[in-house]
């Protein structure tokens, strides 16, 4: 799948070029990760929105808090999402058009005794919404040539492309394609690799890969697809459970790591408590550790030169100085 050659790629991973990925250990100094925000309910995804704040979404009780960045002040966005009925689900990503937001649902909906549906929703208001596209029925009518127990899915992540919408199933191992009139189609299909978080820059797309159970480090890659590699490219490798990618300032790419699976436990159980980690992707497709021992982590985003780390424990750590000089700035 992966024949294009990765040096070409990973050129274009900076601002014109200009600046290569890191080549080995960081020189730079990161501040170490600092607990912002608690007492969120059933967090998972996350975007930066309109005016540079934080969302995130809270699955457990089916709302969309807004985060200011710089005082960590939660305000309700949005409530009334479908809330989850098992460990995780309900609303679990958030991504914007403009000032519209679109919420994704998962795992939801008559087939798991639930209300809603598991799809994509507009909001409308902050009590407001409109069911854009049923993903849940969708899976039904389309299963994946992968094995599969739940037959709706399980959506994870969700981004914007080319005026409609990539979303993740790590379940059924695809990406989907949904416009934002509510026409669903299959993007990219894998074998049993478990597609997880997503970011797009430019006409690339980056997917972070959790890999099958167990989840060992080789498996935890991201792959990126391009005009130039639509079957798909290896960037990196070697981090266990990657459940996120990200990039910050000057091109520099991030991956999210939950950790350490649990010996024996089932497909879709979380990593092992503060297993988790931040990693910067290398030039010769390797990571580099920024922040380890995070628990739980499910989401990051990158304001200006700061992280903010969602977990599955209702909280959001910042970790500030991720990207080196020119584009970080350290004392």
Do not use: C
Request: charged residues 15%.
């Amino acid at each position: 799948m992966y024949s294009e050659p990765r040096l070409l790629l990973l050129a274009t991973l900076s601002i014109a070029a200009i600046t290569p990925l890191a080549a080995g250990p960081p020189t730079f100094g990161t501040a170490p990760a600092e607990l912002f925000v608690s007492g969120l309910e059933g967090a998972s995804g996350s975007t930066v929105g309109p005016g540079g704040a934080l969302y995130v979404t809270e699955g457990a009780v089916g709302r969309i808090s807004r985060v200011d960045p710089r005082t960590g002040e939660v305000t309700t966005f949005a409530s009334g999402l479908p809330p989850r009925v098992a460990p995780i689900g309900g609303v679990i990503d958030v991504a914007f058009f403009g000032s519209t937001a679109y919420a994704l649902v998962t795992l939801v909906g008559p087939p798991l005794g639930a209300i809603g549906a598991a799809g994509l929703y507009r909001v409308d208001g902050p009590n407001e919404f409109t069911l854009i596209a049923n993903i849940g029925q969708f899976a039904l009518d389309n299963p994946p040539d992968t094995d599969f127990d739940v037959p709706i899915g399980v959506q994870y992540a969700l981004d914007t492309y080319r005026g409609g919408f990539l979303v993740t199933d790590g379940h059924h191992n695809r990406v989907l394609h949904v416009t934002r009139d509510g026409e669903i189609s299959v993007w990219r299909a894998f074998d049993n690799i478990v597609p997880t978080g997503i970011d797009v820059r430019g006409s690339t797309v980056y997917v972070a890969m959790a890999g099958p159970v167990p989840h060992l480090p080789e498996d935890g890659q991201v792959l990126a697809f391009g005009l130039r590699w639509p079957g798909g490219i290896e960037v990196a490798s070697g981090a266990r459970l990657l459940v996120d990618v990200e990039f910050g300032r000057g091109g520099r790419l991030y991956a999210l790591s939950q950790g350490t699976f649990p010996v024996g436990a089932p497909a879709g159980a979380p990593a092992l408590p503060n297993t988790g980690a931040l990693v910067e992707v290398n030039a010769n497709g390797t990571f580099n550790v920024v922040e380890d021992a995070l628990n739980l982590p499910t989401s990051v985003e990158i304001i200006r030169n700061t992280a903010y780390v969602v977990t599955l424990t209702g909280e959001i750590w910042k970790i500030d100085h991720v990207s080196s000089p020119p584009y970080g700035r350290w004392p």
